[in-house]
């Protein structure tokens, strides 16, 4: 018999200049998804999953539009996938309107998780406050209790601030000062040499970022009695790039020296061991197929080149991958109700409710590693961590902000053998 066609709708960002341009790799990552799923004879038997996207450029405006265009076409849709931050709000903010709920794969802001806003939402994308409880974690095995922010006046970055700083009241840590800059970070520099800070978590975009560095070469805030927390995905020789175009004042060498020993966190958003996954992919497997995908789209991997949301298309294959299990569970579910998904319509809140059940206990082993969802349908995430040593990032350990458990390797360097202070200690004259 002919299979019923159950449809969704995706909105990429895949062209534009602002924001992130993930889509590029995100929506190759969905396809691979859907169709390893319609492949799945354990999966939605008797139906065929079907994905309708448009770009959105990550650009909340024309979210908006390809969303309208989504939902004004038949036929009807039954959940969406998104990216961007600033797309993911407008998107998740008016879906519930139409009983749509929406799955975000390239989203970070921790504005995100309301539920009072966002009723509808899921994201297989981390908050960027889970770089948090790892930061609190590394300042406690430091005995580091008096550190400073400095951050770019960015709403992303506010309000992870602000999550970082609740989280630092409650761990007894000092915050000595709070800086922000918007493009220029000279004056914050400034107040932060004047605090003596010594410890000091940096959250900006990569461009800012190098703007930070130059500037803590020139005003000698970095060496051994320094230790700078910074985000961890930036392509990798970040500090290196576009030094000339972006009229950064300090050369490559100098660069380097202002890097030396500085700390990052971030999500593990690719699954860190060779377990097969629900897939019957393993990490690698999946990496290879979408270099295979990357190439037919003109894409030179070997080249270097990544297309933008590379780092998070395991992201985006593992959202198709939750929405097939949670479809699946819904229709066992309605069937016991003597109803259909396929009966879904943007006026019916009793099937968006059995989905949004389903998704809320969802958890599988995607590529991006162990997938589920907070009660707020944020992304359950591991961090990594990696400190900067002689120009190259070395795996410090990973940390669990779920069961609150770290997997640390002492691999850590300090330019002067031991761990640098959060003050300076007044030499006592005995
Ligand atoms: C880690 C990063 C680059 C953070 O921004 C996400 C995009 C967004 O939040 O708009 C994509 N992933």
């Not at 299979?3 to 590029?24: R, Y």
């Not at 390809?66 to 407008?90: E, N």
């Not at 004056?187 to 000091?200: G, H, T």
């Not at 003597?338 to 389903?358: M, P, Q, V």
Request: aromatic share 10%; glycine share 6%; hydrophobic share 40%.
């Amino acid at each position: 018999a002919k299979k019923k066609e159950l449809h969704i709708g995706g909105i990429f960002p895949i062209n534009g200049t602002g924001g992130w341009q993930g889509g590029q790799a995100c929506e190759p990552a969905a396809q691979m998804a859907l169709l390893d799923v319609n492949n799945n004879k354990d999966l939605l038997s008797g139906y065929t999953l079907k994905l309708h996207w448009y770009d959105s450029e990550c650009e909340p405006g024309r979210g908006a539009a390809v969303m309208y265009q989504l939902l004004y076409k038949d036929p009807v849709k039954v959940m969406l996938l998104a990216g961007c931050s600033t797309v993911c709000t407008t998107v998740a903010e008016a879906a519930k309107k139409w009983n749509l709920i929406v799955l975000c794969y390239g989203a970070s802001s921790p504005a995100l998780s309301n539920r009072q806003r966002f009723e509808t939402l899921f994201r297989t994308h981390p908050s960027a406050t889970v770089h948090n409880p790892t930061r609190i974690k590394l300042m406690q095995k430091f005995g580091w209790s008096r550190v400073a922010i400095l951050q770019q006046a960015e709403e992303v970055f506010i309000s992870t601030v602000e999550d970082l700083e609740e989280r630092c009241k409650v761990a007894k840590i000092e915050i000595v000062t709070r800086q922000s800059f918007l493009t220029d970070p000279t004056e914050a520099v400034r107040n932060l040499k004047r605090q003596d800070a010594r410890i000091v978590v940096g959250l900006f975009y990569v461009v800012a970022a190098r703007r930070v560095l130059c500037e803590i070469f020139k005003q000698k805030l970095y060496g051994k009695a320094y230790v700078w927390f910074f985000i961890g995905w930036y392509e990798d020789k970040w500090y290196e790039f576009g030094l000339e175009d972006e009229g950064i004042n300090c050369t490559k060498e100098e660069m380097r020296q202002a890097a030396e020993g500085h700390l990052t966190t971030e999500a593990v958003m690719w699954n860190q061991d060779n377990r097969t996954t629900i897939s019957g992919m393993t990490e690698k497997d999946f990496r290879m197929r979408l270099h295979a995908e990357l190439s037919k789209k003109g894409f030179d991997i070997d080249s270097g080149r990544l297309p933008e949301g590379y780092q998070e298309a395991p992201l985006a294959y593992d959202a198709v991958w939750a929405l097939a299990l949670a479809f699946n569970k819904t229709i066992e579910k309605l069937a016991e109700q003597g109803k259909k998904l396929e009966e879904f319509s943007y006026t019916n809140r009793g099937i968006r409710d059995e989905i949004y059940n389903a998704l809320n206990t969802t958890s599988f082993l995607g590529v991006s590693g162990k997938t589920a969802f907070s009660e707020k349908g944020d992304r359950i995430a591991l961090t990594q961590v990696e400190q900067m040593i002689n120009g190259t990032y070395n795996l410090l350990g990973y940390y669990d902000t779920e069961n609150l458990i770290m997997q640390w390797y002492n691999k850590e360097k300090w330019t002067s053998e031991k761990v640098p202070q959060d003050r300076t200690i007044e030499k006592t004259v005995l």
